[in-house]
């Protein structure tokens, strides 16, 4: 009865949650979801209010939202300085020059050093302020589409429930005509009985009441089947034990008929998200075209660096002049070919400094800026910038798209509205006009002037006048819902 496509999904508007759901939910949701064994009569409000705060659909939303604020951060320490230590140790084991001696020798080695660089963007074409910018677009951008995702739940929630209630009035209208037919029935086996009427009217008086038996049963699986489908909806464990408040929705005409279309429409240029999603799509891509223009501006850093050193070898901490060999022969002198000679000293080691005394002794620090000036680099700054121009114009025309898809939506939502008031006030008229059909018809049979199969034929076209007066009354209330949606008006207040 109340089927809902993708389209109308992306085409109908939930308020913002209203300040006392909080209380609400403390208050109801509470006991139901722990343990309450006893079923509990839901309101439409409830409904509504239970899906946005528990529905999975709207948790995932949320999420690309939580993620938005993460790149937010993202583009705030793109400001802070880059900084960053390091620690190397070594083992080199072979021939290594001995850097006490200055000799290569077969020996192990180990040298440890340590280091701390640090960066800072001091310009970069103002890219880092636009992706700010733009990170903050994109937070409104995710709190848009989890509103969008609130709207569809919430139509979803509005139809399952309204389903519920035309099932329920429907169950209504097949035990009253189960009901009669038995009493006809009884009635019928009285007069066969008397020898009134033939045998054969009694029994189709019996075959109906066992066909109305039937349509009974199929309505009360087609009600029970809504409440699962909507306690499913709403994803609650006990869904099995869940039914909803028997409201009562009296055919008013909505004011919102009063107004004019145009009227509606611009008023769902000025809320539907669908537009600020688009609109706020256009400032993401015209802030992408100035951070791809920043590639053309010089890049100036800042630059420091802290290194220090320390190895493991003996250290010389002295000399002795050799006792075997205190003297060696460095020349001759020329003319009298005298020897030049010298001490022949011998190097006196010890252990290593401490390594943080090394550290302290062998430290040293760089610091300046760098400046990068973009030259050429394979036209890929200029299609950056050409493909971010592109982005902008396809956004713009999704927006022209959005308002024209928007408008149309609106204009057939109001169509659809007065066409279900208009079929429901057909209905009521046929519906009176076959009460008076099956009361002239019931006159008739008692006395003889009709027949079984004629009655009943009677009384099935009053029980499917009475039947499409519910179908047109809960598809009046639904078209009018999405209209008021339309308006800003929550789902679960009547237009």
């Given at each position: 009865?109340?089927?809902?496509?993708?389209?109308?999904?992306?085409?109908?508007?939930?308020?913002?949650?209203?300040?006392?759901?909080?209380?609400?939910?403390?208050?109801?949701?509470?006991?139901?979801?722990?343990?309450?064994?006893?079923?509990?009569?839901?309101?439409?409000?409830?409904?509504?209010?239970?899906?946005?705060?528990?529905?999975?659909?709207?948790?995932?939303?949320?999420?690309?939202?939580?993620?938005?604020?993460?790149?937010?951060?993202?583009?705030?320490?793109?400001?802070?300085?880059?900084?960053?230590?390091?620690?190397?140790?070594?083992?080199?084991?072979?021939?290594?020059?001995?850097?006490?001696?200055?000799?290569?020798?077969?020996?192990?080695?180990?040298?440890?050093?340590?280091?701390?660089?640090?960066?800072?963007?001091?310009?970069?074409?103002?890219?880092?302020?636009?992706?700010?910018?733009?990170a903050r677009l994109q937070k409104i951008a995710a709190q848009y589409q989890l509103s969008q995702m609130q709207d569809d739940i919430a139509l979803n929630v509005a139809n399952a429930y309204l389903q519920i209630l035309f099932n329920k009035e429907a169950l209504k209208v097949q035990q009253s005509q189960l009901k009669t037919n038995k009493e006809q029935m009884s009635r019928a086996k009285e007069l066969w009985e008397a020898g009134q009427i033939p045998k054969g009217d009694y029994l189709d008086r019996t075959a109906t009441v066992a066909a109305d038996e039937q349509r009974v049963i199929q309505a009360e699986n087609a009600l029970l089947l809504s409440k699962l489908s909507l306690g499913q909806l709403l994803q609650l464990e006990n869904y099995q034990n869940f039914d909803i408040a028997d409201e009562d929705y009296p055919m008013e005409k909505s004011p919102l008929l009063l107004e004019k279309a145009e009227t509606i429409f611009n008023k769902a240029?000025?809320?539907?998200?669908?537009?600020?999603?688009?609109?706020?799509?256009?400032?993401?891509?015209?802030?992408?075209?100035?951070?791809?223009?920043?590639?053309?501006?010089?890049?100036?850093?800042?630059?420091?660096?802290?290194?220090?050193?320390?190895?493991?070898?003996?250290?010389?901490?002295?000399?002795?002049?050799?006792?075997?060999?205190?003297?060696?022969?460095?020349?001759?002198?020329?003319?009298?070919?005298?020897?030049?000679?010298?001490?022949?000293?011998?190097?006196?080691?010890?252990?290593?400094?401490?390594?943080?005394?090394?550290?302290?002794?062998?430290?040293?620090?760089?610091?300046?800026?760098?400046?990068?000036?973009?030259?050429?680099?394979?036209?890929?700054?200029r299609n950056n910038v050409a493909r971010s121009k592109v982005l902008v114009k396809r956004s713009e025309l999704a927006l022209e798209q959005e308002t024209l898809n928007l408008e149309r939506n609106v204009f057939t939502a109001y169509s659809d509205a007065q066409g279900a008031q208009k079929a429901y006030e057909a209905a009521i008229t046929a519906l009176e006009a076959r009460k008076e059909a099956y009361f002239y018809a019931s006159e008739r049979y008692q006395v003889g002037l009709l027949n079984t199969y004629d009655l009943t034929q009677a009384q099935n076209l009053l029980t499917a006048a009475e039947s499409e007066v519910l179908r047109t009354k809960y598809d009046y209330l639904f078209r009018t819902k999405i209209l008021a949606l339309y308006f800003g008006l929550p789902i679960y207040e009547r237009p």
């Open positions: 009865m109340l089927q809902l496509n993708q389209q109308t999904l992306k085409t109908v508007y939930s308020k913002r949650k209203s300040y006392w759901s909080f209380v609400w939910c403390i208050g109801f949701v509470f006991p139901l979801v722990f343990g309450q064994n006893q079923p509990s009569k839901w309101t439409l409000e409830a409904c509504v209010q239970y899906a946005l705060q528990n529905n999975i659909q709207i948790k995932q939303t949320g999420l690309e939202k939580d993620l938005a604020e993460i790149a937010k951060k993202d583009a705030i320490g793109s400001f802070l300085p880059s900084m960053n230590a390091f620690g190397t140790h070594s083992w080199n084991i072979g021939l290594n020059q001995n850097i006490t001696t200055g000799l290569l020798e077969n020996q192990t080695t180990q040298f440890t050093s340590a280091g701390l660089n640090v960066g800072v963007d001091i310009y970069n074409g103002m890219q880092n302020q636009n992706r700010l910018q733009r240029k000025e809320i539907r998200y669908e537009i600020k999603i688009a609109e706020n799509n256009i400032a993401l891509a015209e802030k992408d075209v100035k951070i791809a223009k920043g590639a053309f501006q010089p890049r100036l850093t800042g630059f420091y660096a802290f290194n220090t050193r320390a190895a493991y070898f003996d250290r010389i901490v002295g000399f002795q002049q050799d006792p075997n060999n205190p003297f060696t022969t460095i020349g001759v002198v020329e003319g009298t070919n005298q020897n030049v000679i010298r001490p022949n000293l011998l190097a006196i080691t010890g252990n290593p400094l401490s390594v943080w005394e090394q550290f302290d002794i062998n430290k040293g620090q760089s610091f300046g800026v760098q400046l990068n000036i973009p030259i050429l680099n394979g036209l890929s700054v």
